[in-house]
T-cell receptor
Framework: EAQVTQNPRYLITVTGKKLTVTCSQN?????MSWYRQDPGLGLRQIYY???????DKGDVPEGYKVSRKEKRNFPLILESPSPNQTSLYFC???????????FGPGTRLTVL | EDQVTQSPEALRLQEGESSSLNCSYT??????LFWYRQDPGKGPEFLFT???AGEEKEKERLKATLTKKESFLHITAPKPEDSATYLC???????????FGQGTTLQVKP
């Protein structure tokens, strides 16, 4: 089944404790992206990657890191999480930039 | 600046009462306009892509149309299972980004 998977689905952590949210897709898509979704602010793009080893900042990249060492994986790293990063996070992928994106199920992160 | 605005923010309909959702956009180099459906706590589910003014696409009770400045999602004779948040997004060929509107939350009552 073609899909985007994220792990973990739910995470509660404390300020400053480094964490990684994994994202994997099995559709051989070149383009991958991370979003956060907050009430009243909608979906905002954090980082995106047009291909392996190519990443770029979205609209809200501060406090996040990403890497794209393999085509299928695009982990999101929070080196020192803060409470304002409490949010619902989505990973998405598409065949190429500008094509329809397929979203993962989401990761609900709470930073205390 | 690339921007997407959706209206209304919320819409309540009776079952069978047709209506339309609006998506207005400004973008530098339209790569495509996308409609998604999102259920609470879940990831957005892709519905349609429109690429050029005048284009229309249909799926069951939904029909999407596109002009140079806006898109409409028409819902004909909706059912309670159509209740969801509908998101509009535009892809920019200049920036490679996908810019989302804030969505319209639709509630269809039986």
């Amino acid at each position: 089944e073609a899909q985007v998977t994220q792990n973990p689905r739910y995470l509660i952590t404390v300020t400053g404790k480094k964490l990684t949210v994994t994202c994997s897709q099995n559709m051989n898509h070149e383009y991958m992206s991370w979003y956060r979704q907050d009430p009243g602010l909608g979906l905002r793009q954090i980082y995106y990657s047009m291909n392996v080893e190519v990443t770029d900042k979205g609209d809200v990249p501060e406090g996040y890191k990403v890497s794209r060492k393999e085509k299928r994986n695009f982990p999101l790293i929070l080196e020192s999480p803060s409470p304002n990063q409490t949010s619902l996070y989505f990973c998405a992928s598409s065949l190429s930039v500008g094509d329809e994106q397929f979203f993962g199920p989401g990761t609900r992160l709470t930073v205390l | 600046e690339d921007q997407v605005t959706q209206s209304p923010e919320a819409l309540r309909l009776q079952e069978g009462e047709s209506s339309s959702l609006n998506c207005s956009y400004t973008v530098s180099g339209l790569r495509g306009l996308f409609w998604y459906r999102q259920d609470p706590g879940k990831g957005p589910e892709f519905l349609f892509t429109l690429y050029s003014a005048g284009e229309e696409k249909e799926k069951e009770r939904l029909k999407a149309t596109l002009t140079k400045k806006e898109s409409f999602l028409h819902i004909t004779a909706p059912k309670p299972e159509d209740s969801a948040t509908y998101l509009c997004a535009v892809g920019s060929s200049n920036t490679g980004k996908l810019i989302f509107g804030q969505g319209t939350t639709l509630q269809v009552k039986p």
